[in-house]
T-cell receptor, first 115, second 112 residues
Framework: AQSVTQPDIHITVSEGASLELRCNYSYGATPYLFWYVQSPGQGLQLLLKYFSGDTLVQGIKGFEAEFKRSQSSFNLRKPSVHWSDAAEYFCAVGPFTGGGNKLTFGTGTQLKVEL | DAGITQSPRHKVTETGTPVTLRCHQTENHRYMYWYRQDPGHGLRLIHYSYGVKDTDKGEVSDGYSVSRSKTEDFLLTLESATSSQTSVYFC???????????FGPGTRLTVT
């Protein structure tokens, strides 16, 4: 069965520091992988996606993620964090078997940025 | 941003009353979803639709029903609301090709 693990529930970084959020997945075939960001009181916004090809993908807001098949990981990175990056981040994998374009979401990592 | 709206955005209701939440899209996407978000649980799929009048259950469908009579509208109904259904509900849409999902702004539902 598909599953997604985000090991870090909370992460605190200083503004200007680099960031890496971890995501590990379990999936029986080549996965489609996604990172979403959710600001307080808002819906989820798609940051980036990996379908195939280059394992390093670029997204919006200066984020990137690297797909590592051997480690079943899809970690999100940013070289220099801004205070406005404080939010909750969700990793997702899909599609589910059985159709419907369904995704499995991790439980999220809450990012706090110290000024 | 994808054209997705949800109504109402906030609702307080009493235990035992019926509640209907509406999701409306302007993207003409085939797939639509209803999720609930609760602390510590992330997003959990309630029901989804793969076309007009075509729906199926997700992982937490008990106590919920859905309907989709038009491509653009997907309704979630709580037949008899319970306190355990207090949550934030998100609608999402997905195109036929690509698998990515786009989310609405959410509805905060409180059942007292």
């Amino acid at each position: 069965a598909q599953s997604v693990t985000q090991p870090d529930i909370h992460i605190t970084v200083s503004e200007g520091a680099s960031l890496e959020l971890r995501c590990n997945y379990s999936y029986g075939a080549t996965p489609y992988l996604f990172w979403y960001v959710q600001s307080p009181g808002q819906g989820l916004q798609l940051l980036l996606k990996y379908f195939s090809g280059d394992t390093l993908v670029q997204g919006i807001k200066g984020f990137e993620a690297e797909f590592k098949r051997s480690q079943s990981s899809f970690n999100l990175r940013k070289p220099s964090v801004h205070w406005s990056d404080a939010a909750e981040y969700f990793c997702a994998v899909g599609p589910f078997t059985g159709g419907g374009n369904k995704l499995t979401f991790g439980t999220g990592t809450q990012l706090k940025v110290e000024l | 941003d994808a054209g997705i709206t949800q109504s109402p955005r906030h609702k307080v209701t009493e235990t035992g009353t019926p509640v209907t939440l509406r999701c409306h899209q302007t993207e003409n996407h085939r797939y639509m979803y209803w999720y609930r978000q609760d602390p510590g649980h992330g997003l959990r799929l309630i029901h989804y639709s793969y076309g007009v009048k075509d729906t199926d259950k997700g992982e937490v469908s008990d106590g919920y029903s859905v309907s989709r009579s038009k491509t653009e509208d997907f309704l979630l109904t709580l037949e008899s609301a319970t306190s355990s259904q207090t949550s934030v509900y998100f609608c999402a849409i997905s195109p036929e090709q690509g698998y990515e999902q786009y989310f609405g702004p959410g509805t905060r539902l409180t059942v007292t």
